[in-house]
């Protein structure tokens, strides 16, 4: 391998630009070229390049974002568009390709696989820890840390007003973020995806709650009813309750990388350019167990599961 190119791809997330450096990092030891290539599968369409070295990285590691950019491309979602890619990738003889995105990426990246024949490693770079494979995807510590954060501000005043409020968090069809920020912020219920929730229930002990005390319900954006719906159901089935929306929003997305995530960059980054030494290709580096773990891009982009000690930790800390 004498030529890496690296893109980003999909919603940023924390942690992005430690992967970046990681990279750039270990090709420089094994004196490889790499080249950045701006706004994902835009860019690798497009030829937009820059040149990557260590040194220009270094102090990034704690920025959140990414500084190759990111986009979604309509583009690649054709034949048309990643034959293309290939061809750039071919005219800049750039010998193998690390992308670091979430599940669209990976669904880009193996329909990539029917036509590429250079090698090609993904890294797993999400909030929203949707991604069979690894324990945990970059930036998701960061977005939990984020919401975190936000709630126990929102605790303060709920509990000042007696109110009810409805918190939705990111995640997408993922109820990762709820789950973890949920749990550790003390919240009265947590609504995800991935579990069917008995609302009628939820609904009564929200209209019989003491209203002595604050009632908090995390609700994660891919949830079937939504915060909007839920808070509308509890003000028909209760119109005295004081109730309040909070959508933490985008915040999750950025913000400086907490050490997990800058950890998990320099891993997985490292490992990319390993594997890529080794002769792997079309693997997403993950970990599992604390150890590196590869798995094929058929694999990553199954539906994701919650475990069942997860979802018994609901059921034993709702109110
Ligand atoms: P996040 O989950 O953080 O938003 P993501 O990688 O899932 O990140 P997407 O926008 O879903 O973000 O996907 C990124 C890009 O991957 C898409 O804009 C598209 O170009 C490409 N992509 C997604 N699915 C396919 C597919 N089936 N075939 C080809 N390309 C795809």
Known sequence: IKHIAVFTSGGDSPGMNAALYAIAKAAEKNSIKLTGIKKGYEGLIDGDFINLEAHQLQKLTQKGGTILKTARSKRFMELEGRKKALKTLKENNIDALIAIGGDGTFRGLLAFSEICDIPVIGIPGTIDNDICGTDFTLGFDSAVNTAIENIDKIRDTAESHNRVFIVEVMGRDSGYIAIYSGLVVGADAILIPESAQD????????????????????????????????????KEMNSDVELRITRIGHVQRGGNPTALDRMLGIRFGVAAVEA?????????????????????????????????????????FEK
């Open 199 to 234: 609302y009628i229930q939820l609904l009564n002990k929200i209209k019989n709650y003491e209203s002595e005390e604050a009632f908090i319900v995390v609700v994660s954006e891919g949830d079937e009813l939504g915060a909007e719906l839920v808070a509308t159901k509890i």
């Open 276 to 316: 890529l030494i080794q002769s792997k290709k079309n693997v997403m580096v993950g970990i599992v167990k604390n150890q590196l773990h590869f798995t094929p891009f058929e694999e990553v982009i199954k539906q994701h599961q919650i475990n069942n000690e997860l979802k018994q930790l609901l059921v034993l």
